[in-house]
């Protein structure tokens, strides 16, 4: 993906802090790292909210003294069962009223938050553990959710978040272009920056004195072995964020609980946005209906 001059200015600039620091503190310079690894962008202009946002109702959730902001939207011919949005990094729920909108024609109560350091949440630091707290933190005060539909990160968290879940039969997932593994975009974090070896051993020693997760568990691939429930994974072959080489042997396993769909053409943001795609998204959590 082309990056913006002053996407590249900031990784030229990060890439000599770190490099510097690194000669003399390796657990330092992976500190700085870290930060900069958890750190969303921050859109240029105000959020322009949908007018579909304009009825819905406002949530506040306190998690570990950050305040998120939600949305509840309540559907006129109520089905009893509710469905849970998550976005991906640097997104924010007002990008997701689409499916909004269709899911509560289709009965659903709708609740999307905006994850921690994104849209109207407050907080600086986002990751998949963080964002799984949080979704925890959610479906204990709003749940229990029927559905979860998760893009990206949120697609890696939501996972990680299910498969703690009771009750998984009667629950369904979608992941859409799903964070599959956290080893893998810490891979190119290290060659956006050009790492040494003992940068990357700090790096990853300090991950897991944070979370006290290995690498390989924080994933999609380890999460779904957990979980029991009907899965739809959409993803494209022409994905460059969460690349299409990591979901290969997962399809090659052929695990009875999910449905792949597969789109090519379509990269990691439009895939979400096709009517094809919503349509298939919007039949699978109606049909756990029946």
């Not at 930060?35 to 959730?61: D, S």
């Not at 006129?76 to 269709?102: A, D, M, Q, T």
């Not at 022409?238 to 792949?260: A, T, Y």
Request: proline content about 4%; overall charge positive.
């Amino acid at each position: 993906m082309k990056m913006k001059l002053s996407q590249r200015l900031a990784i030229t600039y990060y890439k000599t802090k770190i490099h510097t620091i690194g000669l003399v503190s390796p657990k330092k310079a992976a500190e700085i790292a870290y930060e900069l690894f958890c750190t969303p962008r921050k859109p240029r202009r105000k959020l322009k909210e949908p007018p579909l946002f304009h009825k819905a109702e406002r949530l506040n959730l306190l998690v570990n003294d950050i305040k998120l902001t939600g949305f509840r939207f309540r559907p006129s011919n109520p089905n009893g069962k509710k469905i849970l949005i998550l976005h991906g990094f640097s997104s924010y729920s007002y990008k997701f009223e689409k499916y909004v909108s269709l899911f509560k024609k289709q009965g659903f109560e709708v609740v999307a938050f905006d994850a921690p350091a994104h849209g109207l949440s407050e907080g600086k630091l986002i990751n998949a553990l963080i964002y799984k707290e949080a979704i925890l933190k959610i479906e204990a005060h709003f749940g229990a959710f029927y559905g979860y539909m998760g893009h990206s990160l949120g697609g890696l968290a939501g996972s990680l978040a299910f498969k703690e879940l009771a009750n998984q039969s009667q629950r369904r997932l979608v992941l859409i272009a799903p964070a599959i593994r956290t080893e893998s975009a810490i891979q190119h974090f290290y060659k956006l920056l050009a790492v040494d070896q003992k940068l990357k051993s700090a790096f990853e020693q300090l991950i897991r004195d944070i979370t006290h997760e290995t690498i390989e568990h924080i994933s999609v691939t380890h999460a779904i072995t957990q979980i029991i429930s009907p899965i739809l994974w959409v993803h494209d072959k022409d994905d460059r964020i969460c690349l299409f080489e990591d979901v290969i042997p997962i399809i090659n396993e052929k695990p009875s609980n999910i449905q792949f769909v597969i789109t090519e053409g379509l990269g990691h943001s439009r895939i979400y946005k096709e009517l094809s795609i919503s349509n298939t998204i919007d039949l699978f959590f109606r049909d756990g209906l029946n």
